[in-house]
C-alpha cells in the first residue's frame, strides 16, 4: 500500500513495549517534516544511513538496558540477524516504499521460504484500466450503493470508520505532480468528463479531463490514478480474479461496505480473511513490566489509585477557597497551608504511583512491532510459533501461545 500518506502512524512508526520510557512504549520513528506529511510513501526519499544507525542503537540500548533478561548476548545476535536484513533492503532501496517491502519480502522469501510476490500498489495501474473504466463510467451507480451502505450502517449505530461523506468522492485518488494526490470528485464540464479538486498537500486544483464519457478511454491516465480503500478488494476480484484476500482488523469497515456495494456492481468478492489472533509471550518489555507491577492485577490497581487521585482533588479543592479566604480577610494561614501542603504531597505520590502504572498497562497492552519478535525469539522461531498454532489450532481468533 505505497500510496498511503507517509504521515498514517504504522507507515512511520514502530514500537516496543518498555517501561523504561514514559508512556511504557519505546518508538522507532521515520522523521517527517511538516511540509511532506502528505507525500505518497513511495515518494518519500530512503531514510539516511543515520537514521536507520539510530534505529538499530535504540534497539541495542533496549537490550543493554533491560533488567529483565539473561542472555543478553543472545538477543543482540538476534538483532544482528535481524539487520543484515535491513541494511540489505537499505542500500537498495530507492525509496522509503523499497525498504519496507524488500525487508517484508527478505523476511518471507529467504528466512521462512514462502516463495511470495511482492507488489507495488502504487505500481498496479495498469492492472487496474479496466476496472477504473468500469467504476467511472458506473460512478453513480457507485456512489449511491456507497451512500446506502453508509447510512444503512449508521442508522443501525454501526461505525465502520469510513467517512461518511465517501461517496462524494470518486473511486480513485488523482496522483499530483508535488508527490501526493488529490480526493478528486466527478464532474462533467463542457460534455467531457474530468476529475477535479485540490491536492492534499500542495493545494493545487488538480484537474483531469477523461474525454467522452461514452467512450472512456483511461489508456493515457490510468498512471496518475490509484484506488480508494473501498475500491481496492473490488477491484482485485474484478480484473485480477484473487480467490482470498487477507486484511488486518482495521480494513474491516472497510470490507463489510465495500461488500454491499460489489454486490451492487455485480462483482463478486473473494474469500476475506482477518487473523486478529493475540499473541501471549514474554519478551523483554513484557517481562520488566510485569516485574514492575506492585500488585497482581495492575488494572484494578491503577483505578483504585484513579479513585484515590480524585478523593484528594476533593479534599483540596474547599481548602483552596478557604485559603483565598482567608487571605482576604487576614486570618492566619499557618495551619491551613500546612495541612494543604501534607495533602498535595500524598497526592502527587499517588499521581507518581498512576504514572508507572500506566506505563506498566500499556508496556502490556501493546502489540509490538516486528523488532519485539526478531529480537526476543529469532525470525525463524517465531514463524514456527505462528505456523504451529494454525496447524494445530487453526482458530484465527484465539491466542497464539508463544
Ligand atoms: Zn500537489
Known sequence: MDHDFVDESWVRLAQLPSVQHSSGVMELRLPVSESKRWQMVCNMPVPSHLVVHNWKRQVKSWIRKSTAVADKNMLVDNLEQFWQHVEYSHARAGSYADLNSFLMSRVVNETWNYSTLFVRLSETFTVFENGFTFLISNSNMYSDALRRAENMFMSHGIDT????????????????????????????KNSDL????????????QVLNL?????LDLGQFVHKLSPRAIPIPLLLARDLGISCYASGTGGI???????IVSKK????LPLVLVWPSRDIYKGIGQSEAAASMSTENNDL????????????????KPLLSKRTERVRTGEPLGE?????FELKEEQREVRRKISTAEKIRNAGNLSPCFIDYAVNFGMARTER???NHLVKDGGLASPVEF
Not at 303 to 314: D, G, I
Open 161 to 188: 470508520g469510513v467517512s461518511s461523506s465517501s461517496h462524494l468522492h470518486a473511486p480513485a485518488w488523482l496522483h499530483c505532480k508535488c508527490g501526493s494526490k488529490t480526493s478528486a470528485k466527478i464532474a462533467m
Open 194 to 205: 474530468v476529475l477535479a479538486g485540490p491536492c492534499m498537500s500542495c493545494k493545487k486544483e
Open 211 to 215: 474525454g467522452n464519457p461514452e467512450n
Open 253 to 259: 469497515g472497510y470490507l463489510v461496505v465495500g461488500n
Open 265 to 268: 456492481l455485480g462483482i463478486g
Open 301 to 316: 490497581y491503577l483505578q483504585s489509585l484513579e479513585k484515590q487521585n480524585v478523593e484528594y482533588e476533593e479534599r483540596i
Open 336 to 340: 491551613l497551608l500546612s495541612r494543604l
Open 385 to 387: 510459533a505462528w505456523k
